[in-house]
């Protein structure tokens, strides 16, 4: 079966600091995969997806990036962060012919 | 402007009961359209998928209806449980293919009380 893994699950960063959020999906190959953000209270938001190796389209200008070195695994990485990237980031993956669309547990980030 | 709205409040009901949750969308045509659910502090976990040409799916205790015309989704719970107790999103890909840059919702949270 598929599983996807993210790490770390929690972390405090001070603005300015680099961030790096990985994400691995098992069991599958040439998923479609995705980064989300979710601030509280609000909804989902889409910040990246990929459908192959090195192909990153992003959806929302903002202060971070992502790179997919391997066709399973999924990073999103910021050089300076600010307050405003604190947040709830999910991975997520889907394969090509599916709709449903399977999430990590999630990285609680704080930008202090 | 294209969005997706649930209700905001809380939905509080009793162990029993039949939940009822609402989503609405403006300027897309999907279709298809999801639901999820989130309890705190972890991922959205698929639910159901309906389609444009279903007008009803069920699952277990679940049931989702999709009316295009209204431009909306209703998701049921019956028979509550206090474990039913999380919140939900609904989802649409606007685009109805390619990558399923699905668009959520800011979701509802359900309690359910003993």
């Known amino acids: 079966s598929q599983t996807i893994h993210q790490w770390p699950a929690t972390l405090v960063q001070p603005v300015g600091s680099p961030l790096s959020l990985e994400c691995t999906v098992e069991?599958?190959?040439?998923?479609?995969l995705y980064w989300y953000r979710q601030a509280a209270g609000r909804g989902l938001q889409l910040l990246f997806y990929?459908?192959?190796?090195?192909?990153i389209s992003s959806e929302v200008p903002q202060n971070l990036s992502a790179s997919r070195p391997q066709d399973r695994q999924f990073i999103l990485s910021s050089k300076k962060l600010l307050l405003s990237d604190s947040g709830f980031y999910l991975c997520?993956?889907?394969?090509?012919?599916?709709?449903?669309?399977?999430f990590g547990e999630g990285s609680w980030l704080t930008v202090v | 402007s294209q969005k997706i709205e649930q209700n905001s409040e809380a939905l509080n009901i009793q162990e029993g009961k039949t939940a009822t949750l609402t989503c609405n969308y403006t300027?897309?045509?999907?279709?298809?359209l999801q639901w999820y659910r989130q309890d705190p502090g972890r991922g959205p976990v698929f639910l159901l998928l309906?389609?444009?040409?279903?007008k009803e799916k069920r699952k277990e205790r679940l049931k989702v209806t999709f009316d295009t015309t209204l431009k909306q989704s209703l998701f049921h719970i019956t028979a509550s449980q206090p474990a039913d107790s999380a919140t939900y999103l609904c989802?649409?890909?606007?685009?109805?293919?390619?990558?399923?840059?699905?668009?959520f919702g800011a979701g509802t949270r359900l309690a359910v009380h003993p």
């Open positions: 997520a993956w889907n394969d090509r012919a599916g709709n449903t669309i399977y």
């Open positions: 069991g599958t190959s040439n998923p479609n």
């Open positions: 990929s459908v192959g190796i090195g192909q």
């Open positions: 300027n897309y045509s999907p279709a298809y």
């Open positions: 309906i389609r444009e040409n279903e």
């Open positions: 989802a649409l890909d606007p685009f109805s293919g390619g990558y399923n840059k699905l668009i």
